[in-house]
């Protein structure tokens, strides 16, 4: 089974709002975060230019983020998604699958579980969900798209192929813009087109691995379980915001921000690091990156920090240059804080006794409970809410 939240942070904003319900939504002003189905059914799209947004639904009602109301929610239904199967594979904070095998004598066949479920949701949590059931991991998820909004969609065996070969070529999990026009060059345009064909045909035009990959889907072959998400590889934090809306000095105090957010979930997890990355978007929507690999590991505010400004500070003139819509921190190569082997001079200057402190304010009394005295009066951007740790 696949659920999927139905347009989640603009949802979560109709629900606490009456005003909101059944009407256009935005959720973000300078880039559209999300938007309701009414909003949807005018055009506007997620990250779309809140301005062009307001031209195609100028009644619209514009609204700010609140990712702390986003995540709150998205805890309280994956509650009802634990309650529901004992192995659920979360995908974001908003969708995930769950194997429903197994549970035919304690909860019922899969269609009464998808149809409890979605019941479970809305009456726990106040959301719409859309569910798809299906044989493979595949097709539960084009079923689920399918469906929406607040649907719930069974594909019996018999039925597959039926329901899969009439839909667009661009329903297949890696068919984008490119390997699209190849195929309508080829003639291909349904699913089902793709399931007749040779593979060798499919591999001449599209490589060995993508050829092969979209014939097994459009004859629904996906061998894959559901499994639960592994540990994290890396604890990342990000913050959007209109283009050239930051100059040197803000750009610091958020990456500030951005690594205090960081650093004390990796503490949290009873983790260090040892590689540090700064994801950059920039206003012409293209990206770069830049990592540090510290001498050794470390869960110390200050040590990241160092390392992210330097790493800002090498990225500036393209910054300056292109204009940023978007900054990211991710803390990589993790490993236990327990095998961390203290380093000369002892006497030296540590921060985790301040870090330590600042941890547990912000656990007792909330994460703005503190803050840089850089971030007062200044829009600190965006954060996106993850899953949990």
Not at 263 to 268: C, D, M, V
Request: net charge negative.
């Amino acid at each position: 089974m696949h659920a999927d939240l139905d347009a989640f942070y603009a949802s979560v904003e109709q629900r606490d709002d009456p005003k909101l319900r059944n009407r256009p939504v935005i959720v973000g002003g300078g880039v559209v975060l999300a938007c309701s189905y009414e909003a949807k059914a005018r055009g506007v799209r997620t990250a779309m230019n809140g301005g062009q947004a307001k031209r195609l639904c100028p009644e619209a009602i514009v609204v700010s983020p609140r990712m702390s109301a986003y995540t709150e929610a998205s805890r309280a239904v994956y509650e009802v998604f634990e309650d529901t199967s004992p192995v659920v594979e979360a995908l974001s904070i908003d969708e995930a699958f769950l194997d429903l095998r197994g549970l035919e004598h304690i909860s019922g066949t899969p269609p009464e579980i998808a149809a409890t479920l979605r019941r479970e949701v809305l009456d726990r949590v106040g959301l719409k969900i859309s569910v798809g059931v299906a044989r493979t991991k595949f097709l539960a998820k084009v079923a689920s798209g399918a469906c929406k909004p607040d649907g719930l969609l069974v594909v019996e065996e018999n039925d597959e192929a039926a329901f899969l070969h009439p839909l667009p070529i661009e329903r297949l999990w890696g068919v984008g813009k490119v390997t699209s026009q190849k195929l309508h060059s080829m003639g291909i345009r349904t699913v089902g087109a793709i399931a007749a064909c040779r593979e060798e045909s499919l591999v001449a035009a599209l490589g060995p691995a993508s050829g092969r990959r979209l014939l097994d889907l459009a004859n629904n072959r996906d061998p894959r379980d559901v499994q639960k998400r592994e540990p994290r590889r890396s604890i990342g934090a990000q913050s959007a915001f209109p283009r050239d809306s930051r100059d040197a000095e803000e750009l610091d105090s958020l990456a500030a921000s951005l690594v205090d957010r960081t650093a004390r979930r990796l503490r949290k997890s009873d983790q260090v690091c040892h590689t540090i990355t700064v994801g950059l978007r920039f206003g012409d929507f293209g990206r770069a990156s830049r990592s540090h690999t510290l001498p050794g590991p470390t869960c110390r505010t200050e040590a990241i920090l160092a390392a992210v400004h330097d790493l800002l500070a090498a990225t500036r003139p393209m910054i300056e240059e292109r204009g940023l819509t978007l900054l990211s921190i991710s803390l990589a190569n993790l490993e236990g804080d327990d095998a961390v082997q203290m380093e000369l001079p002892f006497d030296g200057d540590d921060s985790s006794a301040l870090d330590a402190a600042l941890d547990d304010l912000r656990e007792r009394f909330g994460a703005d409970a503190v803050t840089r005295a850089s971030l007062i009066d200044r829009d600190a951007g965006v954060s996106v809410p993850l899953l949990p740790d």
